[in-house]
Antibody, heavy 118, light 111 residues
Framework: QVHLEQWGAGLLQPSETLSLTCAVY????????WSWIRQPPGKGLEWIGE???????NYNPSLKSRLTISLDTSKNQFSLNLTSMTAADTAVYYC????????????WGQGILVTVSS | QSALTQPRSVSGSPGQSVTLSCTGT?????????VSWYQQHPGKAPKLMMS???QRPSGVPDRFSGSKSGNTASLTISGLQAEDEADYYC???????????FGTGTTVTVL
């Protein structure tokens, strides 16, 4: 059974950098794309970006200048770094297992509420 | 990339059928057969209900079905049940930046 568990800071001040990590338990780590998706409170979902086992990434153009997604294949983990956080970045951040090139996430992490406030 | 358009809400009585629409453009829904649907209960992570327009993942009841015509994809729930009350989001691959673009979301209410 596949399980994704994510962690990271939940409260940031404006201009700080968000760092989240997602660990993957079960299943293959190399056969999939690993995604980050966010959801502002009361709003819809937004695909942040994804990475495959070779390190190839696809980023949302609106976040690309602030975004880095990386992976550690030795630990079956992948991470998100988003710099210069503002209140507009306040959201629940989810990690997920993507079926590459098909914009489909079949397993999701539990989600972390990240609040940006001074 | 603009979000796909979904009706804000849909309702039905138990046992009835409801159809949720998801309208995109010729650059996403209309071009690729990579439309997925997610169910989200309050406070929970989304759950994959349909992939590749009409492929139902293991464990999803067969009263959920998907289709697509032109730039509009649809999810039909037949035999509506109380546990189907949730938010539903569609998502389509978009070649412009090789990621998915989500719909605005539809709240399904079981009367």
């Amino acid at each position: 059974q596949v399980h994704l568990e994510q962690w990271g800071a939940g409260l940031l001040q404006p201009s700080e950098t968000l760092s989240l990590t997602c660990a993957v338990y079960g299943g293959s780590f190399t056969a999939f794309f690993w995604s980050w998706i966010r959801q502002p409170p009361g709003k819809g979902l937004e695909w942040i970006g994804e990475i495959n086992h070779n390190g190839a990434t696809n980023y949302n153009p609106s976040l690309k200048s602030r975004l880095t997604i990386s992976l550690d294949t030795s630990k079956n983990q992948f991470s998100l770094n988003l710099t210069s956080m503002t209140a507009a970045d306040t959201a629940v951040y989810y990690c997920g297992r993507g079926l590459g090139g098909r914009s489909t996430v079949d397993y999701w992490g539990q989600g972390i509420l990240v609040t940006v406030s001074s | 990339q603009s979000a796909l358009t979904q009706p804000r809400s849909v309702s039905g009585s138990p046992g009835q059928s409801v159809t949720l629409s998801c309208t995109g453009t010729s650059g996403d829904v209309g071009r690729y057969n990579y439309v997925s649907w997610y169910q989200q209960h309050p406070g929970k992570a989304p759950k994959l209900m349909m992939s590749d327009v009409s492929q139902r993942p293991s464990g999803v009841p067969d009263r959920f079905s998907g289709s697509k015509s032109g730039n509009t994809a649809s999810l039909t729930i037949s035999g509506l049940q109380a546990e189907d009350e949730a938010d539903y989001y569609c998502c389509s691959y978009t070649g412009s930046y090789k990621l998915g673009v989500f719909g605005t979301g539809t709240t399904v209410t079981v009367l």
